[in-house]
């Protein structure tokens, strides 16, 4: 990667990239898609590209971060093998229903790694669509670089999420409230199913467009899985359980995704669109960081319950595939949508159980998580920081930590939190496990460093203020491993001053 920003041509001569295209999704019926080009930009450059990716992808990356490369990934080039769309989506916004769609994304197609792999390549800020509305179809600079580093830590972090192989910037200026930088990103996705694909199939297709999206959303994703006797409610099932795993590790490492429409949850249990998102600082459950969301819709604590209303619009798009007769459909439904609520509250529990060193179950680990909770947001404690010093506690304690400046002292030894860890260690006690094995799924389970707002807003304004990425190179570098606690992460695990102005993010930039 580079340190400044580069024009490409100063890049390496033309060679094979190693994109591997095809669309299948273009083979379904159109009224689920629009055939279009990304809009050509001016003088594309190359401003950070994710070399661990490519390989993955079994890209050249010395030809991707070349002129062919750079050209492709601005939108300039259509690669062999693509068919370029924009795929149309509905949603509920804010729990409004819209007609949507791809307003300044066009998908390329997907890519065939060399282990058979299917992974999306889309590029977002490629110009407008027949989904822009009133939008222009570009992207700010800032706004991609920010996905760029979220998506990448979530990764690290080991929760199911779109990847970025690159931002391009494109040498022209992006007018919203003033004229700034324009940027293209080349997002990486199993898929961009989305539940609001299935509600645009529902309201503006046929059944049997709707059957055709079932059948290839199955064996796009779900194929290594018996279809049972309904496919379509198979596929409710299995789009059940990814969301709650996937709500449930979001709620562990205190991440809000700040825009939780419909159109932004995908069908394959994949974190998406990361607009307003932002990881929580002090614990509160009512968190919030959109600037929009006025009345905490999709704040932390409310998360749980949206995945489930979300979950209730998906179904009821696939009622007439489940049961002819539809009191028989919405039944089966119901009983299958149950199932979530104890899903996620089992991925939940035994999630915070392995964070706080347990692996067994016993009647007092709710009572002490939840009192651990009320604790932590009575005292205002900072939610990464307090499983992290209860972590570099018990290392301490082992004589095994590994840090040599002292970590942030979350767990202060107020009277309230002594009485509250000595009921932990107590329930240590009954785990039949060695002190190594606690503190190894403890390390595991609580991340010492996450990309905090502050360390975040910072390197995107050296990145789009003084056009270099040094600092977020060296960001993304320790978030690769966040569960590793090392002393370098220690650097980073600084909360924001208690000065500093409620965190706010914004949609549409």
Not at 4 to 16: A, I, M, T
Not at 144 to 173: D, F, K, N, Q
Not at 401 to 418: F, I, Q
């Amino acid at each position: 990667m580079t340190q400044k920003l580069k024009k490409s041509d100063e890049r390496k001569q033309e060679k094979s990239t190693g994109l591997n295209l095809f669309n299948s999704y273009a083979q379904l019926p159109e009224v689920l898609f629009s055939r279009l080009s990304p809009r050509p930009v001016s003088s594309p450059t190359m401003v950070i590209f994710n070399r661990e990716l490519a390989y993955q992808m079994g890209l050249d990356p010395e030809a991707m971060e070349g002129s062919e490369g750079v050209e492709l990934l601005a939108g300039n080039q259509i690669p062999e093998g693509a068919d370029p769309i924009a795929q149309a989506y509905a949603g509920h916004q804010f729990g409004h229903f819209n007609k949507l769609g791809d307003g300044r994304a066009v998908l390329l197609g997907e890519h065939r790694t060399p282990e058979g792999k299917w992974l999306d390549v889309q590029l977002k800020g490629s110009g407008k669509t027949p989904y822009s509305r009133q939008g222009d179809g570009r992207a700010t600079l800032g706004p991609m670089l920010r996905e760029y580093v979220i998506s990448e830590a979530m990764y690290g972090l080991g929760i199911p999420t779109s990847r970025s192989l690159a931002v391009v910037s494109t040498g022209e200026r992006v007018f919203r409230e003033r004229p700034l930088p324009g940027a293209v990103l080349s997002r990486v996705a199993s898929s961009h199913l989305r539940v609001g694909t299935f509600q645009y199939a529902a309201a503006w297709g046929d059944e049997e467009t709707l059957r055709r999206l079932v059948d290839y959303t199955w064996n796009r994703h779900f194929s290594h899985k018996d279809p049972g006797k309904n496919k379509a409610h198979s596929l409710l099932m299995a789009v059940i359980q990814h969301q709650a795993s996937l709500i449930a590790k979001w709620q562990l490492i205190g991440f809000v995704h700040g825009v939780m429409n419909t159109d932004n949850m995908t069908i394959s249990g994949e974190t998406i669109d990361y607009g307003p998102c932002a990881f929580m600082d002090r614990y509160h459950p009512a968190t919030v960081f959109s600037s929009i969301d006025h009345n905490g819709r999709y704040a932390y604590g409310n998360q749980p319950t949206i995945a489930a209303w979300n979950l209730a619009r998906f179904a009821e798009t696939l009622l007439p595939l489940i049961h002819e007769k539809e009191a028989s459909a919405v039944e089966i439904a119901q009983q299958s949508l149950e199932e979530y609520s104890r899903l996620f509250r089992k991925d939940w529990l035994k999630g915070f159980r392995r964070k706080l060193g347990m692996i067994h179950e016993t009647a007092e680990d709710i009572k002490l998580i939840e009192d651990l909770f009320q604790m932590m947001e009575k005292k205002k404690m900072d939610f990464t920081n307090t499983f992290r010093s209860l972590t570099i506690k018990r290392m301490a304690a082992e004589e095994k930590t590994v840090v040599t400046k002292s970590a942030v002292d979350t767990t202060t030894k107020e009277e309230e939190m002594e009485r509250w860890i000595q009921r932990w260690n107590h329930r240590l006690e009954k785990e039949n496990q060695s002190s190594e094995e606690i503190i190894a799924l403890m390390k595991a389970s609580n991340p010492a460093i996450i990309p905090r707002n502050h360390r975040v807003e910072a390197v995107l304004e050296s990145a789009v203020q003084h056009q270099t990425i040094r600092e977020m190179e060296k960001l993304l570098e320790v978030l690769k491993d966040p569960y590793a606690y090392t002393e370098e992460q220690e650097n980073y695990a600084d909360e924001p001053s208690a000065s500093a102005l409620p965190y706010r993010t914004y949609c549409g930039t």
